[in-house]
Structures are given as C-alpha cells and as structure tokens.
C-alpha cells in the first residue's frame, strides 16, 4: 500500500504512515488476529504507529482476507466480487445488485436494505434482508442505523470539492493514471486516481469504472470517492444530475436534498 500511495502522488506522511505501520506489524510477537479476538481493534491502536485509521485497514484485512483499498490502488475493483461476499448474496444476485441497482459498495447494499430497494427485487425476501443487515452491521462496524450516515461524515460541500479539483487535474492530464484490470483488455493506463486531503480527511478518487458506468457511458462523468471515517473506510458517487431542478449540476448520489440546500449558495456564489 505505502509503495502504491507513493507511486501515485499520496501525502508523504500518509505513505510514511503505513510504512512504519507494515515495520510494527512485521516485528509483532503476537499474531495480529489474536490480538483482534483477545482485545479487538482497541489493541491494535496501543501499538506503536498504528493510528486509528490504519487499525481499523488491518481489522479488515484479517477479516475479509483481502484488501479493498490494495485492490482498487491496483486498478482490481470488482463490485460484483465484492457484493457477492456478503452471505446469502451469489453470482446472480450480486450482478443484478450492480447491474439493476447500480450497487457499488457494501455501503450501496447496506443503504437499499433499508430503504426496500433490496425487499422490492426479486428473490430477496424479508429473512434474506435481515441477514443482510446483520452481516453488514458487524462488517462496517456500525453503531447506529446508517442510512442517517456515521458521525464525522464529509459535507456536501467538501465532496463536491473534491470531485471539482479531481475533475480539473483529470482534464489537465496532471495526474497519475492506473490500468484497471476490468473491461480494459489491452492493459492500458487509462484511468486517472487523486490522491487528496482536506484536513485530516484523505481521500482517494477515481471515475467509475463498473460495467453500469461503462453500460450508460458514465465512465468520464461518475467520480467514486473513497473517505476515512471513525468506522472505517467510506464511499459516494458524485454524478452529474439529469433531472428536475438540480439538472446539469454536479450532486452526492444519495444526498441529493444536501445538494439541493446547498444551491442558493451556489448561486450567490456564481454572482
């Protein structure tokens, strides 16, 4: 991860971060899962150089065995592979999850669990959500219902920000660009990754590269941000809105009311 985040552009600290995160994990002389069973994530964070952040990037890679954040670093991002790890979800549901739903992340699933989407499809019925529900409570860490989202969580305004300075470099062709390993036969380096703070808050952005996006010819409009948060790893897709009053302008995919508040500033702002 430290080699990738340099290679790409990242925040020196940040890059310094893991690798002296990747030196304490290396010197341990206990395993890091019996440290999670024995004192969770908790334990992790008393050892030395392991933030916050970086506790909980182990957690979840002793739990799920792999590692979302190197996979996308990698260009390996498969939303299809990734959906079909929550229990009860095979091959067929998770494509039509990404494919009818336009689910990306297991915070797309968690949030169409809530809201019915997932209870209106086909072949989902109210048992099969509720273990859905539970498996994604305990994988996100979740302390409360997360349609409202985690305390912490960026603005509207940030992430549009981000998304502005993201598109900008893009289009100036100033930025690092990784070759993804779906729907990119020739092994190209073709889609630009940022790499970008605001604060103490990274994040990493990229167009989405999902077989939805490529479906409606999305791949140079919809932006994938990924954020750190108090409970982990967090996502939001920044699109460019095709209805109503909000049409033309650029809004957070599940947050458009956020959007729309934020319109008369937007205005003034222009004047």
């Known amino acids: 991860m430290a080699g990738l985040l ?12 893991y690798r002296h ?4 994990v290396r010197r341990l002389q206990r395993p890091v899962d019996e440290i999670l ?3 969770d994530v908790e334990g992790l964070q008393r050892l030395p ?3 916050d952040r970086l506790a909980i990037a182990i957690r979840d890679i002793v739990r799920l065995g792999r590692s979302p954040m190197l996979e996308r670093l990698r260009g390996e991002t498969d939303p299809v592979e990734l959906l079909e790890t929550v229990p009860g979800i095979g091959r067929v549901q998770a494509l039509r999850l990404h494919e009818e739903l336009g689910l990306d992340s297991l915070e797309d699933l968690e949030t169409a669990a809530h809201d019915g989407r997932l209870t209106d499809l086909a072949g989902f019925g109210s ?7 539970d498996s994604l409570a305990t994988r996100l860490g979740r302390l409360r219902p997360p349609v409202q989202g985690p305390p912490g969580d960026p603005t509207v305004e940030e992430l549009l920000d981000v998304d502005r300075e993201y598109r900008e470099l893009a289009a100036a ?3 690092h660009k ?23 808050r990274h994040y990493t952005a990229l167009f989405s590269n999902t077989a939805h996006a490529h479906k409606v010819g999305k791949t140079g409009d919809w932006v994938i941000l990924y954020y750190d948060t108090a409970f982990g790893e967090r996502q939001c897709t920044v699109i460019t809105s095709q209805f109503g009053a909000l049409k033309g302008r650029r809004i957070v995919r599940g947050r458009e009311e956020e959007c729309a508040r934020l319109e ?5 702002l222009a004047r």
């Open 37 to 39: 069973r024995d004192e």
């Open 21 to 24: 995160g990747a030196e304490t």
């Open 49 to 51: 150089g392991i933030g």
């Open 173 to 175: 062709d100033r930025l």
């Open 6 to 17: 340099a290679e790409q552009g990242a925040n020196p600290f940040r890059v310094t971060a």
């Open 264 to 268: 008369p500033l937007r205005a003034t």
């Open 127 to 133: 048992k099969r959500v509720s273990g859905i529900k």
């Open 178 to 200: 990784i070759a993804p390993r779906r729907f990119n036969p020739t092994g190209e380096a073709w889609l630009p990754i940022l790499h970008t703070s605001r604060g103490e």
